[in-house]
């Protein structure tokens, strides 16, 4: 959407010869703003001529006030849209992953789209974890989690530990082992107390919890609800 | 369901046959019957959805596996019977026309 300065398309509308001396005729912009006035936050103005600012504000032509806006402008980006059906409480069942089938607790959306998730772990072995959207469907069981307090769990609590890029290069291609810290192991037991108390309040969520999905010979998953 | 058992997250799909008129056939569009799937609005729930073509060989992958899945997508319905069109990364073989498939349950919109 630059206003194209090769063009050579004047603002009459009359064609002009390329190359010709008639050729640099005031020609205007190929986008014009919706908004009389462009809005300050908005606009990032990248070039504008300095000659005839006062054309600015006139709907219109700008005659020789040539403004290019990046179209970065327009990007602003959203925050993951989560689907309705899943909310912190909701019983999710995991699609895919080391987990699959496990009916597992949402606890919160973090900020980068996915989900946090906890089995919890003493019900049915899940942790603490994300999970993305995608991977899951939504039961409408819900349980009440407004008791747990999962407020320190952010996105930078699951990045990997910084090795050096030498020590992996030779540590060989074998899958390494897993080391729970232990701070995990104490975050996940604070969850989880406060998890467990809701879910006992619930008669059977329990075994719910500890039951996986799984789809039978003759189960139509388009005809089921969650 | 018992305790250790795999859960079993996928639908049973057949494949029927390339994406064809009479005489042309499409190589890069495998159509597949999805199990329990009889009409066009059955479908929808299943577009989107990951397909598995799984093979088995000789030679095992660097995690032990001797089973390699060809990934695709069911792309759209075929037809008004719940015949869906599916592409894959690397097009179905022919000799895999009879044969089946796992049409996942992720990505999912529920």
């Not at chain 1, 327009?74 to 895919?96: C, D, E, N, W």
């Not at chain 2, 019977?81 to 044969?99: A, E, H, T, W, Y």
């Given at each position: 959407?630059?206003?194209?300065?090769?063009?050579?398309?004047?603002?009459?509308?009359?064609?002009?010869?390329?190359?010709?001396?008639?050729?640099?005729?005031?020609?205007?912009?190929?986008?014009?703003?919706?908004?009389?006035?462009?809005?300050?936050?908005?606009?990032?103005?990248?070039?504008?001529?300095?000659?005839?600012?006062?054309?600015?504000?006139?709907?219109?032509?700008?005659?020789?006030?040539?403004?290019?806006?990046?179209?970065?402008?327009?990007?602003?980006?959203?925050?993951?849209?989560?689907?309705?059906?899943?909310?912190?409480?909701?019983?999710?069942?995991?699609?895919?992953?080391?987990?699959?089938?496990?009916?597992?607790?949402?606890l919160?959306?973090?900020?980068?789209?996915?989900?946090?998730?906890?089995?919890?772990?003493?019900?049915?072995?899940?942790?603490?974890?994300?999970?993305?959207?995608?991977?899951?469907?939504?039961?409408?069981t819900k349980i009440d989690v407004s008791k747990v307090d999962v407020s320190s769990i952010t996105d930078a609590y699951f990045a990997r530990d910084k090795s050096s890029e030498e020590e992996e290069f030779f540590a060989g291609d074998e899958p390494k082992k897993a080391v729970v810290s232990d701070q995990r192991k104490k975050d996940q037991e604070k969850v989880d107390a406060a998890l467990i108390k809701s879910i006992d309040s619930v008669p059977l969520m329990k075994n719910y919890l500890k039951s996986k999905f799984s789809l039978g010979n003759n189960d139509k998953p388009h005809e089921m609800v969650f | 369901m018992g305790k250790g058992e795999p859960a079993k997250l996928y639908v049973n799909g057949a494949i029927l046959g390339y994406k064809r008129g009479l005489r042309n056939q499409y190589n890069h569009t495998s159509l597949i019957k999805i199990k329990g799937v009889d009409s066009k609005e059955d479908t929808e729930f299943y577009l989107g959805k990951r397909v598995a073509y799984i093979t088995k060989v000789t030679a095992t992958?660097?995690?032990?596996?001797?089973?390699?899945?060809?990934?695709?997508?069911?792309?759209?319905?075929?037809?008004?019977?719940?015949?869906?069109?599916?592409?894959?990364?690397?097009?179905?073989?022919?000799?895999?026309?009879?044969?089946?498939?796992?049409?996942?349950?992720?990505?999912?919109?529920?």
């Open positions: 959407n630059h206003p194209d300065e090769d063009s050579t398309t004047a603002a009459t509308g009359k064609m002009v010869a390329a190359g010709s001396k008639t050729a640099k005729v005031a020609k205007g912009p190929r986008w014009y703003p919706a908004e009389d006035e462009p809005s300050k936050k908005k606009a990032v103005v990248v070039k504008q001529n300095e000659v005839n600012t006062g054309n600015r504000k006139k709907k219109g032509y700008c005659t020789d006030n040539q403004i290019k806006i990046s179209n970065t402008q327009f990007y602003h980006p959203q925050p993951t849209k989560i689907r309705a059906s899943i909310t912190p409480g909701t019983v999710l069942i995991l699609l895919a992953g080391r987990f699959r089938g496990k009916r597992v607790v949402c919160k959306a973090l900020e980068s789209g996915l989900l946090l998730v906890s089995g919890p772990y003493k019900v049915n072995g899940v942790p603490i974890r994300r999970v993305n959207q995608a991977y899951v469907i939504a039961t409408s | 992958d660097k995690y032990g596996s001797r089973f390699r899945v060809n990934w695709g997508r069911v792309c759209r319905a075929h037809g008004s019977n719940g015949v869906v069109r599916c592409k894959f990364r690397r097009d179905l073989p022919p000799q895999s026309i009879g044969g089946r498939v796992r049409v996942m349950l992720y990505p999912s919109t529920v």
